[in-house]
Nanobody
């Protein structure tokens, strides 16, 4: 069992920045994907950015490349999402999720993930 707790959401004007945090506890895996997702009202959940501890560097969804940066904390159970140049299209509930992927799994796809946090709301006004 793994527990995930997100924090750092809030309201910001377009062009602003926010930093989200996710802390994992419980029985985490040796090698895992830890990914940020977001979901806007009426839209499907979308993979934003994540890391795979088995190597390969961070990965990003196309809509956030160059604006968002994902990183692990000094204690590897923490994942951050630094969001810059925010637009109203970035508004949504942001979730952290963790999974031990199978070979070929895309760690930006929600079905790969079993454990999810409760989410933190991000609202960007124009």
């Amino acid at each position: 069992q793994v527990q995930l707790v997100e924090s750092g959401g809030g309201s910001v004007q377009a062009g602003g920045s926010l930093r989200l945090s996710c802390v994992a506890s419980g029985n985490t895996y040796d090698r895992y994907c830890m990914t940020w997702f977001r979901q806007a009202p009426g839209k499907e959940r979308e993979g934003v950015a994540g890391i795979y501890t088995g190597g390969g560097g961070p990965f990003y969804g196309a809509s956030v490349k160059g604006r968002f940066t994902v990183s692990q904390g000094y204690f590897k159970n923490t994942l951050y999402l630094q969001m810059s140049s925010l637009t109203p299209e970035d508004t949504g509930m942001y979730y952290c999720a963790i999974a031990r992927p199978n070979v070929g799994d895309d760690c930006l796809r929600p079905p790969v993930f079993r454990y999810w946090g409760q989410g933190t709301q991000v609202t960007v006004s124009s």
